[in-house]
C-alpha cells in the first residue's frame, strides 16, 4: 500500500478508533518485556487484603485502625506539615455501621461501608481536591447526557 | 533537571492536602493565557455561517439556537477552567483528571450541534476519549506503584528507571488520545465544521497547552538530560 493512501485513511474519523487501540495495544504488550520496578514503601500503604480477610474482620480490606479523634490509624501522606489531623478520623463509624459490621464479615466490601461507614481520608482529606474533581467530572457527564436527552430525544417533533 | 530550569523562576505553591499546585513563571502564564482566554470566549457571540445552496440561487443560514449557545457557552467556561488548573498542577493524577474533564467537556460542546457529519466524528472522538483513559490513568497509577509518589515535586528528585520510561510513554498516549494530536486528528478535526466559533477554539486552545504541559510533566519524571 502507498504512503499517501495510509495518510488519507487518517483523515477518516472512522479509522481512527481503530488506529489508537491498534497502537496502545502495542505498547501494552511491549510493557510486557519492561522490567517491573514496585516501591513497597508506598504513599498510601494498607495490609494485604487476604490478611484482613483471613483474620475474619469485618471491616475487611479497608480496615486501617486507630480510635476516632484519638489515635490515628494507618494513613501516610506524602505532606504531613499541610495534613495535620491525618488519620484521626478514619476509624469511625456510624452506629448503623457499627451495628451492620457486628452481624456480617462482609461490610468492608459493601458499597454503603463510605456514607457514614468507614471514611476514606485520602479521598475525604488529604486528597480531597481529586475527589471534587472526580465528581465535577461525572456531572458535566450527566449535564451533557441530560442535555441530549431532553433536546434531541424528548423534543424532536417541535422542529 | 530541576521545576526552575523547566519552568523558569519558581514563585511558591499552593497546598492542598497532598495536592500542591505550583507556580512557576512558564506555568503562571499559561494558567493566566487560559482564564484570559475563558473570559474572552464566555463574553463573546456566536458567529453565523451562510451556505450557498447547489443547484438553486438560496442560501441558507447556520445560526447557534439559544438553548445552544448557552450549554455550549457552560461547557466552554468549564473547559477552560480546567485547562487552567491542569496548567498549575502539581500533582499527575490531578493532571490527568484535568485531562480527563477537558476531554469530556469536550464532547460535550459539539455534542449541542445539529450537524450530523460533527456528531458522527464527535462520537468517534467519544470512542477515543474513553480508551485514553486507560492509558492516562495506568500511567499514573504505575508511576505511583514505581517510585511510591505522584507529587511532581517529589518525582522531580526521583532518578528514572525504565518502567517510569514506560509509564510516562503510556501517559502521553492517553493524554494524545484526549487531546487529539498527531495521528488522531481526524476526528477532532471534522468537529470544527460547525457553527459556534468561540466555542471551538477553547477546544483548540486547551489541548494546545495541555500538550505544552505534558512535554513538561514528561520532562520533570525522565530527566532526559540528567537530574
Known amino acids: ?159 | 533537571m530541576d521545576l526552575s530550569t523547566l519552568g523558569g523562576q519558581f514563585l511558591g505553591t499552593i497546598p492542598l492536602g497532598d495536592i500542591v499546585l505550583y507556580l512557576t513563571t512558564f506555568n503562571l502564564f499559561m494558567f493566566g493565557a487560559a482564564l484570559v482566554f475563558t473570559a474572552i470566549i464566555a463574553m463573546s457571540r456566536t458567529e453565523s455561517q451562510v451556505e450557498a445552496e447547489f443547484g438553486t440561487l438560496n442560501e441558507r443560514e447556520k445560526k447557534v439556537s439559544k438553548d445552544e449557545f448557552k450549554i455550549r457557552r457552560f461547557l466552554s467556561i468549564v473547559c477552560g477552567l480546567a485547562t487552567a488548573g491542569a496548567m498549575i498542577t502539581g500533582d499527575l493524577f490531578n493532571f490527568t483528571l484535568f485531562v480527563c474533564l477537558i476531554g469530556i467537556v469536550n464532547i460535550g460542546i459539539v455534542a449541542a450541534v445539529k450537524e450530523v457529519d460533527v456528531l458522527d466524528s464527535a462520537f468517534q472522538y467519544g470512542i477515543i476519549a474513553m480508551i485514553a483513559t486507560l492509558p492516562l490513568f495506568g500511567g499514573a497509577a504505575s508511576i505511583l506503584a514505581t517510585t511510591g509518589t505522584i507529587s511532581l515535586l517529589e518525582l522531580v528528585n526521583i532518578p528514572t528507571s525504565a518502567f517510569m520510561l514506560f509509564s510516562s510513554i503510556l501517559l502521553f498516549i492517553g493524554v494524545a488520545g484526549e487531546s487529539g494530536v498527531a495521528p488522531f486528528f481526524a476526528t477532532k478535526a471534522e468537529m470544527f465544521r460547525t457553527a459556534g466559533s468561540p466555542f471551538l477554539v477553547i477546544i483548540h486552545l486547551s489541548s494546545l497547552l495541555v500538550i505544552v504541559r505534558i512535554i513538561e510533566i514528561l520532562l520533570i519524571i525522565n530527566k532526559p538530560f540528567g537530574i
Not at chain 1, 49 to 56: A, G, N, R, T, V
Open chain 1, 1 to 159: 500500500m502507498k504512503l499517501g493512501r495510509i495518510w488519507n485513511s487518517l483523515a477518516t474519523p472512522k479509522n481512527i478508533p481503530k488506529l489508537f487501540s491498534i497502537i496502545l495495544g502495542l505498547v501494552l504488550l511491549t510493557g510486557f518485556i519492561v522490567p517491573l520496578t514496585y516501591n513497597d514503601h508506598q504513599l498510601y500503604p494498607r495490609p494485604t487484603p487476604q490478611l484482613q480477610i483471613s483474620e475474619k474482620d469485618p471491616l475487611a480490606p479497608y480496615n486501617r485502625g486507630g480510635i476516632p479523634l484519638e489515635e490515628p490509624g494507618i494513613v501516610k501522606a506524602q505532606y504531613p506539615q499541610f495534613a495535620l489531623s491525618e488519620g484521626m478520623v478514619t476509624g469511625y463509624l456510624s452506629p448503623i455501621a457499627i451495628g451492620v459490621s457486628n452481624t456480617t464479615l462482609y461490610f468492608g466490601t459493601s458499597i454503603y461501608s463510605s456514607p457514614g461507614g468507614l471514611i476514606d481520608e485520602i479521598l475525604y482529606y488529604s486528597r480531597g481536591f481529586d475527589t471534587i474533581l472526580e465528581s465535577s467530572i461525572l456531572m458535566m457527564a450527566f449535564v451533557i447526557a441530560s442535555w441530549v436527552a431532553l433536546h434531541f430525544t424528548m423534543r424532536r417533533k417541535e422542529e
